[in-house]
């Protein structure tokens, strides 16, 4: 399927697509946390993301199959008689779930656009779980790419842009935290998700089955170690709004549909899109919530694109250039005999 051509334009409707999912994401997530005097919980939010991602799960399996007969063999199979599986996968839903979680915290205490510049920390922090746990290698133009994205966040945090029509109160040091903690679990779970994945031939759907079945549990228990008390007293659904729904509905659906799209793109173009949602997060930060642009935060954030598109240029195949060389020096040599 990954070898399948594509068009232009079906490939520049994926980048649309990807973009507008994560700038939107991002932004109405800030507004709901920052508008509405009646705030709602956000770990309740957070499990009923991961039910509704079940469903849609269960829905794309069923395709996969055929019937709904084939559907449930591959759900008692791989469901009820794997627990192991299920205990293996209950380590990537536990690190999404803190994930999750910390989006919310970091969002309601910085603003949509230093978020979305600063979150793309997890380039780095995937970078090295991916040479620590799969034993991969980066090239330097990778690392040096890495340390100028670093560069650029260290910018964007170094003054704090402040947005002017925000009026609830803000920390924005606990918000950098909670980002910090949100890109270390990034990057350590979509690597090991990624090594539970080719370790098998396991459907894709099936794996995320699992991931999603063990996450609505941590997330349920979540709920109730951080609001139990007060979502008793005032319900799971306390504060929910039309924009709240929209949230939710984003974060399901949107991680699951990049993660189908992703597969005819380039990293080139994940790079163009990232960079691209950034700008469209600022622009909404500047319109919505009067965020106030100065000199470090558009310093920082054009780091972080020219270096998000660097990481992702194509390696150069080395193997291809020592075999060249070893040609033209052998054709040297018998010129000289």
Known sequence: MANEPVSVAFKLYCLTVMTLVAA?????????????????????????????????????????????????????????????????????????????????????????????VTYQLKIPCTALCTVLMLNRSLSRLQWFSVFMLCGGVTLVQWTPAQSTKVQ??????????????????SGFAGVYFEKVLKSSDTSLWVRNIQMYLSGIV?????????????????????????????????????????????????????????????????????????????????????LVCVSIYLYGLPKQDTTKLAKADADKESRSKLITV
């Open 24 to 116: 939107t994401y991002t932004v109405a997530l800030r507004y709901t946390r920052t508008v509405s005097s009646d705030l709602y919980f956000s770990t309740t939010a957070v499990c009923i993301t991961e039910v509704i991602k079940l469903f849609l799960s269960l829905g794309m399996l069923a395709k996969e199959t055929g019937s709904l007969s084939r559907l449930k063999t591959a759900v008692v199979d791989h469901v009820f008689r794997s627990p192991v599986e299920l205990l293996k996968l209950s380590v990537p839903s536990l690190v999404y779930a803190v994930q999750n979680n910390m989006a919310f915290v970091a969002l309601s205490n910085l603003d949509a656009a230093v978020y979305q």
């Open 168 to 185: 609830v109160q803000q920390n924005p040091f606990l918000g950098f935290i909670a980002i910090a903690v949100a890109v270390l679990c």
């Open 218 to 302: 941590v997330t349920l228990v979540g709920v109730f170690v951080s609001d139990g008390a007060q979502v008793l007293e005032k319900g799971f659904f306390y504060g929910y709004t039309t924009w709240v729904c929209f949230v939710i509905l984003l974060a399901s659906v949107g991680g699951l549909y990049t993660s189908v799209v992703v597969k005819y793109t380039d990293n080139i173009m994940k790079g163009f899109s990232a960079a691209a949602a950034i700008v469209l997060s600022t622009v909404s930060s500047v319109t919505l919530f009067g965020l106030q642009i100065t000199a470090t935060f558009a310093t920082g954030a054009l």
